[in-house]
């Protein structure tokens, strides 16, 4: 019993702490530049700055502490305006598509009414519009107008 208890201790525990330091600061510690970004640097700026700022060896202007702030700030700002150019590219495609829809409708309108149009027979310019004379009221005495034909006699 003792012996297996050593051996935990001596050989299998420390065995296991160096394959996690081996797997954290050699394999991972390889993989991070596959995986770094832009936001991830801009990220790590402030830390360097604090890290500075606490030396006490450099002195720092308390400007520089706000740069991490300042960089914050811009990450919101640029997801707010994100947001606002999708919401305009929203309303511009609404916009366009309402715009196709009454071009098309006036192109059927515009076709519907060429076809209606007969070229052949042209009604006069003013057909519709032309105002007619007013018809006198038929009384009881106006009965239907009387032709006389006169023979002529030669």
Same mark, same amino acid.
Request: proline share 6%; aromatic share 8%.
């Given at each position: ?5 050593w ?7 420390? !065995? $296991? &702490?160096? *394959?996690? %330091?081996?797997?954290?600061? /050699?394999?991972? =510690? !390889? $993989? &991070?530049? *596959?995986r %770094?970004?832009?936001?991830? /640097?801009?990220? =790590? ?25 300042l ?22 495609s ?7 829809a ?17 070229f ?35």
């Amino acid at each position: 019993m003792w012996k297996a208890l050593w051996r935990k201790w001596t050989i299998d525990k420390p !065995a $296991a &702490l160096g *394959d996690w %330091l081996w797997d954290v600061f /050699v394999v991972q =510690l !390889a $993989a &991070l530049p *596959d995986r %770094l970004t832009w936001r991830k /640097v801009i990220a =790590l700026i402030p830390i360097v700055i604090l890290i500075l700022a606490y030396d006490h060896k450099i002195p720092i202007p308390p400007t520089l502490m706000l740069v991490g702030d300042l960089l914050a700030y811009i990450d919101i700002f640029s997801m707010l305006f994100l947001l606002g150019v999708l919401s305009r590219i929203e309303t511009i495609s609404f916009m366009i598509k309402q715009a196709t829809a009454r071009a098309a409708r006036l192109a059927s309108g515009l076709l519907e009414g060429v076809q209606r149009l007969d070229f052949r027979h042209r009604r006069e310019g003013g057909a519709r519009n032309r105002r007619r004379l007013p018809r006198r009221a038929r009384t009881d005495e106006d009965g239907p107008p009387v032709v006389i034909h006169c023979a002529a006699v030669a």
